[in-house]
């Protein structure tokens, strides 16, 4: 069993509210920072905790707080990023859904040791039921004296609000939320200035995601160095995982880094091995951007070690034979999955979701799906699968944000591991007349068909 | 852009005025823009969910932008409408997640019900069904999304539920304040 560090508190009834928070302990890293912690030292024990950004890409969180200016003088700003949309991932929603003041716990704290006086949380405007939520948690908070002026009559003072988004997956983009935050479309912007030197209103500004600033409280109560004791290696603490797909349990799971694969995907306190009893066929273990794993690389790395749930196993072997945490976005499929309706379904995500700002994305992600489409519905032509492996390889680093490479690394996993799917959809289209065609005849029966054309 | 010749009643009632002044107060005197999606959000709920370019320029009155301001976010964003939707519409999430999980099935299930292709909607007004990328809900697939809630597991037998609920006025569209 492993430890419980963000969703201990989760089923206690009425955790919701402020009142029964509070009386649990929440609230506590508020006094201790404010009372008996300079920010700085606040900014300490989240390096020494060794906590990385938790929305995907992994970055040390004390390292990015250390980067904020602190010399221009202008008013500094703490944006929480819960803007989730990445398919797969649904673990923030229920930290905000189910003990909001977590996070307003940890914004306060964190904004305390940025020496922010103005914070946000933003989240998707689809999560409508959550920012009520949020709103009224806030709402508590003031009224109990967390938030204001003068907080704990230490002369802090910090405003915070949730402002909401309104259906756009590149919102999730810290520079896009920043704009889309000031009223505007979420096109991202060039980096540099990173928001560190000029985010929200040109102000010094950190993006953080919701678990990564929910894990602040427990790190200032039992210090950076209890948090480092946690997981393994560089990646330290637990990790919220949300799985679904074909598993027998899927949800939302805290789990020490570390955890072996198997186990989360077989042990009955986790996913409970597969719905229906059905084969594995392929894995994506952080959320649609990530490379997919076929059967054969999910349990073992192609070195033969054991594939751990961390940033570092996940990865072995790089994109030839890894893929990523990321978000802990844990997608499973079974044998009647078709990989190349699958890689489709993501083409559409992405070019739906492509702000069209950058030519190679904009351009890029509509011809993936469109080629992707014909494929998938028996107009595939030979060569569309170099095609499809030339566009990836013109988006893949291209573009200003990293929603090109997003668009791209699914394609070029579908196309290095299940290549031979492909060709069968692009052979035989008079077996791919419906979206079912892999439950009335599993890709086991009829990949000989492509194998023995090979030989 | 899209725009629709359809007239739309504009009415600005006091407790939407109150709302729109709370969500302007939560950004800096000089920094009203940013109130912007909040505010729309609130508006089109007010307002039959879609809106109008005159609804959208008295918006853009009232943060004190200019018209264009408004027009470039209302079509950026996929959750503002430019045009009347039907009463109800069922936003199914057809992604990856839900889609290994039956959701286009249902989807197509949903459509042959209401009579209606994706898109459209029923003759009297009532119902809309479309698709739409990833709502976050992968975990509790096949989900669609209503008004302010999420209508999640769902089965034809729920779905059969929803729109029963929703020809009987049960359904409310849009959430208040969640306190418990």
């Known amino acids: 069993m492993g430890q419980k560090i963000l969703l201990e508190k989760a089923h206690v009834p009425g955790i919701r509210t402020y009142e029964v928070y509070r009386r649990e302990g929440g609230y506590r890293s508020v006094e201790k920072a404010l009372k008996s912690m300079t920010p700085d030292e606040v900014v300490e024990e989240v390096k020494t905790s060794g906590l990385r950004g938790r929305g995907g890409a992994g970055f040390p969180t004390g390292m990015k707080w250390s980067f904020i200016d602190k010399k221009s003088g202008k008013p500094r700003h703490l944006v929480c990023n819960a803007d989730e949309s990445e398919p797969g991932t649904f673990k923030d929603r229920y930290l905000m859904e189910f003990i909001p003041h977590i996070l307003i716990e940890g914004m306060i704290t964190s904004s305390y040791a940025l020496g922010c006086n103005l914070s946000y949380i933003y989240i998707r405007g689809e999560y409508m039921w959550v920012f009520r939520i949020l709103e009224n948690a806030i709402k508590e908070a003031y009224a109990a004296g967390w938030l204001g002026k003068n907080i704990l009559g230490t002369g802090y003072d910090l405003d915070l609000h949730v402002h909401c988004g309104a259906g756009a997956y590149i919102c999730g983009e810290e520079t896009a939320l920043i704009e889309s935050l000031e009223g505007k479309r979420g096109n991202p912007r060039i980096k540099p200035p990173f928001p560190a030197v000029s985010g929200l209103w040109a102000n010094p500004t950190v993006v953080n995601n919701v678990e990564s600033i929910a894990a602040v409280p427990w790190i200032v109560n039992n210090t950076g160095a209890e948090y480092a004791k946690i997981g393994i290696g560089r990646s330290t603490g637990t990790k919220l995982i949300s799985a679904s797909g074909h598993c027998k349990n899927p949800g939302v799971y805290e789990i020490d880094l570390g955890l072996s694969v198997d186990e989360f995907m077989n042990s009955d306190e986790y996913l409970g091995g597969m719905m229906d009893d059905r084969p594995l066929k392929a894995l994506v273990p952080g959320g649609s951007s990530v490379p997919i794993l076929p059967a054969n690389l999910i349990f073992k790395t192609a070195e033969g070690n054991d594939r751990l749930m961390t940033y570092e196993s996940l990865s072995e072997g790089g994109f030839a034979s890894g893929s990523m945490l990321g978000s802990g976005g844990f997608i499973v499929y079974n044998d009647t999955t078709c990989i190349v309706r699958n890689t489709w379904n993501f083409s559409r995500f992405y070019h739906h979701e492509s702000c069209g700002q950058c030519s190679p994305c904009r351009e890029g992600t509509g011809w993936m799906e469109k080629v992707l489409h014909r494929i998938e519905h028996g107009h595939g032509r030979e060569e569309d699968i170099e095609l499809l492996w030339d566009i990836q390889r013109k988006i893949e680093g291209n573009t200003i944000c990293p929603l090109g490479d997003a668009a791209a690394w699914p394609v070029a996993a579908a196309i290095r591991h299940f290549r031979d799917e492909f060709e069968f959809h692009v052979r035989y289209p008079e077996k791919i007349k419906n979206r079912d065609h892999f439950v009335a005849e599993p890709w086991e029966k009829v990949k000989h068909m492509v194998a023995k054309e090979v030989v | ?180």
């Open chain 2, 1 to 180: 852009m899209e725009i629709s010749n359809v007239h739309q009643e504009i009415n600005f009632t006091e407790a939407l005025l109150n709302r729109i002044a709370e969500l302007i107060s939560h950004y800096p005197e000089d920094k009203r823009k940013a109130a912007l999606l909040p505010v729309l959000h609130e508006v089109q709920d007010a307002h039959n969910n879609w809106l109008s370019i005159p609804l959208q320029d008295k918006v853009a009155e009232m943060l004190e932008i200019q018209p264009i301001e408004v027009y470039e976010v209302v079509s950026f964003y996929t959750m503002f409408n430019q045009k009347p939707i039907g009463k109800y519409m069922f936003e199914f999430c057809r992604t990856s997640c839900c889609a290994v999980r039956g959701a286009e099935d249902l989807m197509d299930y949903t459509c042959n019900k209401l009579g209606v292709q994706e898109g459209e909607v029923t003759p009297d007004g009532m119902f809309q069904v479309v698709g739409v990328e990833c709502l976050g809900a992968c975990g509790y697939a096949p989900m669609m999304q209503l008004g302010d809630y999420y209508k999640e597991h769902l089965t034809k037998e729920k779905v059969d539920a929803i729109i029963d609920d929703c020809r009987a006025g049960k359904i409310d569209l849009h959430k208040q304040a969640i306190t418990e």
